[in-house]
Structures are given as C-alpha cells and as structure tokens.
C-alpha cells in the first residue's frame, strides 16, 4: 500500500456525538488526498467512544494518561501517523469539505510549517455564550504568530520540535507554535472556512471554568518559557493581572463609597465605568461582526474575563507553591 499524502488525529475525551459527526465529515471531505489515515485518539473516555469509532472503520488509539490532556492525545496521533501532513482535529468539531483541497498546496513552500482556515460555532444562537465565544474564534489571516489545535501541520516539523508539551494541560498550541516560529518556520491563516465546533456551554459554570483553565494557560506557559528563548505571555499575564486588579478596585471603591455617602451614586459610577470600557472594546472588534449587540456583549465579556482569567493564574501558582499540578480543568 502507498503511503498516504495525509494523516488525519482526532482526539477525543466523552464526545458522544460529536465525535462520530466529526470524523464523518472527514470521510466526506471533497477530494481527498491518496490513502487518506484517519486516527482517533481517546483520552480514557467513559462513554464508548473508542467502541463506536472504531465501528466506523477508523483506526484507535487509547491512551491513560496521569493528567488527560490535548498536547498527549495529539503526540500519540502524530508520532503514530505515517504521512507528511498531519491534520489535528477536536472530536467536537466538523470539518468543511473544502479546507483540506485548499489548504495542501501551500506546503509547497518548504518554511511553511502550519496552516489553519476560519473556525467559528457550530450553534452560534444556542446560548448566549456561544454567541459571544464565536468572534472569540475569529483572527487575521496572513501569517500569524499562533494557529489552534485545529491545523494543518507538517510531520518533520513536528519532529524538529518534539511535538507538543504533554505536561500542559491548556495553553499547548501558542506553545508549540511559539517553538516552531523560533526555528524559522511560519505559520499561515487563510481566509477560508475550515472547521465549525461546538462548543456546548449552556451554564455560568461552564463559562467560568472555561476562562479559569485560559488563566491557568496563561501562568504555566508564561512561567515555563520565562528564562528560555522564546519567552511567551510574559507581559499579557502582567496585563491581565492589571486589568483584573483594576476592575475590582473600581467596584470595590464604588461598594464602599456607597456604603459610606448611603447613595447608589458611586455604584451607579463604578457600573458605568465598566459599560464604558465594554463599549471601546466593542468599538475595537467592530471588525469581527456587524450586530451591534453580539459586539456589545463581547465588549462585556472582554472585560469582565480579565477577573476569571486572573484567578486562573494565581490557581496555578497557589498549586505549584504547594508542589501540586492540577488535573485537566474540563467544562463540558
């Protein structure tokens, strides 16, 4: 058998459906390259995954890993595939049928290491959430510093940088990316669709451990790159702190000053205050969407992350002062 052109690695951890929709649209992509693999990689899942997928003529890989995360699932698929190309996929998203046919060409160019399309919410109106989330997705294209796990990727680069971090549980890919940039490669985002994800927060809770586990990214990958080459998110968790610190002190001095003067008047302020900045924002992303309310809300959800996000990074320093290192922080 011929070698194939292409190695698609999925990873997975209790996708149900999702997960046989993703690798479905694999099957179903136009044009696909000469021996196309596909490769799922299952992280201990409970629900049957890897009995279901492999139903579907797929090739299985489970792994048990101490502490699951994306950066060992996707070791395991690519260090098991056997083309140049390595396509990484979530189980929770759908692949557009075109992206692959549009994508391959630009390996042409020997420095190209990575390429990734336009990837934006399955369910955009499920929830308020998702409607917001959804420009979070949205990035410029050209070459860029960083992609998501959801790239296109070539094998012997890969291989250069030893893959991905496995001791990460969240921040792997500007990893990685930030390692493949420093040995002259690039990275390139084109201007086309490329996967849609669901990404299935209906709850409070679910959002907040979601921005918590961005924190937690933010102080790992900032403190393990500090004294090396490639230093990382150095001064965006400096600034996330900052802002974070700020918009509690104008609430805080707003509650107290209330307290004080027994006059809604400096909470009203400190809440304008905050719309204010809510709304710069929006202005700023205005670039991402045209409904003024979606913008409006993500100008709100801009500004209050910084708090969650702030108190994921002073998690991970609380664990590793205690010599601990959390598990997979998961929200679905």
């Known amino acids: 058998m011929k070698k194939p052109q292409l190695s698609v690695v999925i990873i997975g951890r209790n996708e149900g459906q999702r997960l046989i929709a993703c690798i479905r649209s694999v099957q179903a992509i136009n044009d696909p390259p000469e021996n196309m693999e596909i490769i799922y990689v299952d992280s201990d899942s409970s629900d049957g995954s890897p009995e279901r997928v492999e139903a579907l003529g797929v090739r299985v890989l489970v792994v048990h890993p101490e502490r699951p995360a994306a950066a060992i699932g996707r070791n395991a698929g690519w260090r098991a595939?056997?083309?140049?190309?390595?396509?990484?996929?979530?189980?929770?998203?759908?692949l557009n049928r075109d992206f692959v046919k549009t994508a391959l060409p630009?390996?042409?160019?020997?420095?190209?290491?990575?390429?990734?399309?336009?990837?934006?919410?399955?369910?955009?109106?499920?929830?308020?959430?998702?409607r917001v989330l959804d420009l979070d997705w949205i990035s410029p294209v050209g070459i860029s510093d960083f992609c998501g796990?959801?790239?296109l990727m070539r094998y012997s680069v890969l291989e250069k940088v030893d893959g991905y971090d496995p001791k990460l549980i969240a921040g792997e890919d500007p990893e990685i990316c930030q390692r493949i940039r420093a040995c002259g490669y690039i990275i390139r985002h084109l201007d086309c669709p490329m996967t849609l994800h669901d990404l299935a927060i209906s709850h409070w809770h679910q959002y907040w451990q979601r921005t918590i586990r961005t924190g937690h990214a933010y102080a790992e990958v900032s403190t393990l790159l500090r004294n090396t080459t490639t230093p990382l998110w150095q001064r965006e968790s400096r600034k996330n702190f900052f802002h974070a610190s700020t918009l509690v002190g104008i609430f805080m001095v707003g509650l107290i000053m209330t307290l004080l003067l027994k006059s809604?008047?400096?909470?009203?302020?400190?809440?304008?205050?905050?719309?204010?900045?809510?709304v710069r924002t929006a202005i700023k992303a205005r670039w991402k969407s045209t409904d003024i309310i979606t913008l409006f809300l993500y100008g709100l959800h801009s500004q209050f992350q910084h708090i969650p996000v702030a108190?994921?990074?002073?998690?991970?320093y609380y664990h590793r002062w205690r010599g601990q290192r959390r598990r997979l922080i998961e929200y679905k």
Do not use: M, W
């Not at 420095?111 to 109106?125: F, T």
């Open 106 to 130: 630009y390996f042409d160019a020997p420095k190209v290491a990575a390429v990734c399309g336009h990837n934006r919410e399955l369910y955009p109106n499920n929830s308020i959430y998702h």
């Open 264 to 278: 809604l008047t400096p909470l009203l302020l400190s809440v304008a205050l905050f719309l204010l900045l809510s």
């Open 149 to 151: 796990g959801i790239v």
């Open 311 to 316: 108190l994921g990074q002073l998690s991970y």
């Open 81 to 94: 595939a056997a083309a140049p190309v390595v396509l990484f996929l979530d189980g929770d998203t759908i």
